[in-house]
């Protein structure tokens, strides 16, 4: 059974940076793309930043280009997403999620999630 655990976020004044991790077990991590996503109450979930594999394919959100970096460290079965320059429209719970095979952007294509990390950022 796979399990992802996040960790990092926090609070943060705007213009700050946070560090999230993700641990994934349970999994071969090599045949998993990985994905950062994030939610807030009454709205649709949204991809982030998502890398494949062996790290070929990176794409991230506009809203968070030049700001976030996505990296993965397949010896270690873990993901991370480097934020810098938060805004305070980042606040957020963010959740990592693995997805057997070709990375993609949609969230409903990812098989397993974490419980989530809240990310909130103060003007």
């Known amino acids: 059974q796979v399990h992802l655990a996040e960790s990092g976020g926090g609070w943060v004044q705007a213009g700050g940076s946070l560090r999230l991790s993700c641990t994934a077990s349970g999994l071969i991590f090599e045949d998993y793309a990985m994905g950062w996503f994030r939610q807030v109450p009454g709205k649709e979930r949204e991809f982030v930043a998502v890398i494949s594999w062996a790290s070929s394919s990176i794409y991230y959100h506009d809203s968070v280009k030049g700001r976030f970096t996505i990296s993965r460290d397949n010896a270690k079965n873990m993901v991370y997403l480097e934020m810098t320059s938060l805004k305070p429209e980042d606040t957020a719970t963010y959740y990592c999620?693995?997805?057997?095979?070709?990375?993609?952007?949609?969230?409903?294509?990812?098989?397993?999630w974490g419980q989530g990390t809240q990310v909130t950022v103060s003007a």
């Open positions: 999620g693995a997805r057997r095979g070709n990375v993609i952007v949609d969230y409903r294509g990812y098989d397993a």
